[in-house]
Every structure is written in structure tokens, then in C-alpha cells.
């Protein structure tokens, strides 16, 4: 039952652009009326027609922990009686840093923003600032956020809405933005042989995961760093989703490959709304106010954000098996679908990231992800959802498992997995 989300969806419609705050949320590519959450605790969340669903969004990938962790929300609670903002320095913001820094020893400098979107668009800025040189080059179908500069063939809802490039940007914005193919070593080459003097960096998400999952294939994260620094240009890691998350260093300690220049958000704040970026001390040294490369922010940086992400940060540092545990739950999952679905399906999987793409054909770049079958995806999605699993409500998202997803979550998930293709 759905009949108070589709009120409040009707409701949200008329002073809410298409009645949601970010694209994806509306369920347009899967035909459905969005679930308004009311409450989420651990593995589940509750919409507000009382539905318990296990949830696999999990904030788009944040909530690593689950949702509602006790130990982030006891010093969250407890960080909000001293105030919620100060626009001023704190204690807290060194700590974070301090964190990071430990954690990503790339990121030996950081800044802390507002959000991802932010993270990159100052990151790319500071390339900028760094080499005196303009052009960018992105991989198509990779999702960097929606600064103007890089809505170029993008991921995530542009994909699922079929529109790679945004209304509202002028030509003038994108045209230092260079597009290359994902996994395909000579576009990038092409593009570095036709601007040599000119690419101040390439950005990239290490494992791309906002046109479903798609891995790096052996050798191309290096490849990336080998000719990045062949024409001195940086490497720019977008780890917002994968930071934290494929293993405590990120997806730079995963694959062993050291960037230049490093973006975070979701998982860094703990649930709260917080990015950052950075990288080695020289480069960042170019960040007013000790360098020419201007950005500020007057929540970056806040008590509440740095609180939620220092518990977080200090949780994952803890445990010393987390990642396995994470791996293992997500190896079981993408191994009931292989084996349920016997073919015409392609499960894309690295840690705790997965993606079920309805083809026969391996998914490795943007053209093969969007061949894959929708409306399949679109019958499996809702089949899933009428059966209390709560999925990406879309084919181009990754799905998310957390440290609180029991055995019990992962078994039932199996089974309606199972039941699901059968039914078909």
C-alpha cells in the first residue's frame, strides 16, 4: 500500500519541482510513485504508510554503518545542545582532517565543503589553479555532480532521464571539458596527443558507479596515472561514493594507485551533509586563503557535520573486518542473482557495490551499461519492491550494502531474488 506517499506526492508536486529534491527520487525511469520515508533504523526503513522495506540505497551509498548507528547519534545528539553552526573555526574540523589525512595519506591537505557536487567542482578549480591550464578531461557516463563544467555526457539521472547534457549551460562552460571513454586507453591518448600543453587534469570515478557498476579494467586506473603525469597534467580520484567504502583508504587503496588530487562526500559525514577534497600539501597550498584558487562555504566544515563523520570515520578505523563482512554479504547477493537468473544477466560487483544490468553482454563502459534492458530492469525493480526490498529506482545506481544487514536480510533478499525469477 502506497496511498499516503501518493498524497504526499501530488502535495510535493505543486511546490517542488517534479516532487522531489534530486531527480532519481521521483521513480520516472521505473513508472511508480516514490515512497516518502517516516523512519529508517539499521538494515530498514519505514515509509509513511507504515511499509518496513530492507533497504539497499542506504542514502545512495552513506550509511555504510546502516542507518541510525547509535554511536553517531549519541554524539550528534549531543553536539546539537552546543549549537548547530558557527561560521567559525572548530576543534573538530582539525580532527576530521587529521582523520582523513590518517586514513588517505594522498589527502594530505583537505578542504572541507558542503557536499560532493562542491568537493569536485573545487578540486577541478584548484587543478586549474595549479598547472595554468583549463581543459578537463571526464569519462562518459561518469556522474561528478552538477557543477555546470561537467554536466558533459554524465551518469546517474541524467542517464536515467536521457539527458547527458543540462539545459540552463552555456556552450561557453563545457567547452574546456574533454570526453574520453571509460576502459578505452586510446580516447584518452587521443585527447592528451591533441591538447598536450593543455589538460590541467583527468577526473575520474575509479570504480564508476552512476551508470550502474562498472569496474576498471586491469591496468587502466595505472594507465591513467602514467599518462597524467607524462604530460603534467593531475589525477583527480572522484571517491565520493567509493571513498571509505571499497576499503578504509578508499578505492585508491583498493587498486594501489595514488592520485593527485582526491574527492569525498556520503560516507565521510556520517549521514550528515559534508564533502571534502584534497591532496599533496604543494597543490593545496594554491587554496585561498594562503593561495590564488578562491573557495569558501559558510556551513563547511559545521559542528554537526564533522561530528557524525569523526564517529563514522572512527567506527570503520575500529573494525578491523568490516570490509570483509561487507564483501562477503555482497557476494552472496550477486551470486543468487547469477544463479537465479541463468542468463540475459550481467551482475557488476566490487566490496559492497553491485548493479544487475538485464544483458548477455559484459558491461565495461557507458554504451554497453545503457544497452542493457530497462523495462526488464523497470519488472525487476518492482517486483522487489512489492516484496519489502527497497533498490535503486533506477538501472544507472549502484546498490549498497551496510554493515547492518543481517543474515536474515541477506537470506530473505536471496529468496526474492530467487522468487522473482521464477515468477518470470
Not at 589525477?235 to 574527492?263: C, H, K, M, N, S
Amino acid at each position: 500500500m502506497d496511498t499516503r506517499s501518493k498524497v504526499l506526492f501530488e502535495e510535493a508536486k505543486r511546490h517542488i519541482p517534479g516532487g522531489v529534491n534530486s531527480p532519481v527520487r521521483a521513480f520516472g525511469s521505473v513508472g511508480r510513485t516514490p515512497r516518502f520515508i517516516a523512519s529508517a533504523k539499521g538494515s530498514r526503513i519505514t515509509d509513511v504508510d507504515g511499509n518496513e522495506m530492507i533497504d539497499y540505497v542506504c542514502s545512495w551509498g552513506a550509511g555504510i554503518l546502516g542507518h541510525a548507528h547509535p554511536r553517531v547519534i549519541k554524539v550528534v545528539q549531543q553536539a546539537c545542545e552546543n549549537g548547530l553552526t558557527y561560521g567559525a573555526p572548530t576543534e573538530k574540523e582539525v580532527i576530521l582532517a587529521e582523520l582523513i589525512a590518517e586514513l588517505v595519506p594522498s589527502m594530505e591537505v583537505s578542504r572541507l565543503v558542503s557536499s560532493g557536487t562542491e568537493a569536485v567542482m573545487s578540486a577541478i578549480r584548484t587543478a586549474r589553479g595549479y598547472t595554468g591550464r583549463d581543459k578537463i578531461v571526464k569519462f562518459k557516463g561518469c556522474y561528478h555532480g552538477h557543477s555546470d563544467g561537467l554536466l558533459v555526457k554524465a551518469g546517474s539521472a541524467a542517464l536515467t532521464t536521457s539527458v547527458p547534457d543540462s539545459a540552463g549551460v552555456p556552450e561557453d562552460y563545457t567547452k574546456h571539458t574533454l570526453v574520453a571513454l571509460y576502459n578505452d586507453r586510446e580516447s584518452v591518448e587521443k585527447l592528451f596527443q591533441a591538447n598536450p600543453k593543455e589538460i590541467a587534469a583527468v577526473i575520474v570515478e575509479p570504480v564508476a558507479a552512476n551508470m550502474g557498476v562498472v569496474l576498471p579494467e586491469a591496468g587502466f586506473l595505472e594507465f591513467l596515472r602514467e599518462i597524467t603525469k607524462q604530460y603534467g597534467a593531475l589525477l583527480i580520484f572522484d571517491e565520493v561514493i567509493t571513498g571509505f567504502r571499497l576499503a578504509l583508504g578508499g578505492a585508491q587503496e583498493y587498486y594501489g594507485i595514488v592520485p593527485d588530487l582526491t574527492t569525498l562526500g556520503k560516507i565521510v559525514g556520517g549521514g550528515m551533509p559534508i564533502g571534502a577534497y584534497g591532496g599533496k600539501r604543494e597543490i593545496m597550498q594554491m587554496v585561498s586563503p594562503v593561495g590564488s584558487v578562491y573557495q569558501a562555504g559558510t556551513l563547511s566544515g559545521n559542528p554537526i557535520a564533522t561530528t557524525a563523520g569523526i564517529e563514522t570515520l572512527q567506527i570503520l578505523k575500529e573494525d578491523k573486518t568490516i570490509y570483509k563482512r561487507l564483501e562477503k554479504k555482497t557476494e552472496i547477493l550477486a551470486t543468487a542473482v547469477r544463479e537465479a537468473a541463468k542468463k540475459s544477466i550481467i551482475v557488476n560487483q566490487v566490496g559492497s557495490l553491485m548493479s544487475v544490468f538485464f544483458t548477455e553482454q559484459p558491461v565495461r563502459d557507458y554504451e554497453s551499461a545503457v544497452s542493457s534492458n530497462t523495462k526488464c530492469y523497470t519488472e525487476y525493480f518492482g517486483y522487489l519492491l512489492e516484496h519489502g526490498i527497497y533498490t535503486a529506482p533506477s538501472q544507472f545506481e549502484a546498490m549498497f550494502i551496510s554493515d547492518a544487514h543481517t543474515q536474515e536480510d541477506i537470506d530473505k533478499t536471496c529468496e526474492v531474488i530467487k522468487a522473482y525469477f521464477m515468477h518470470i
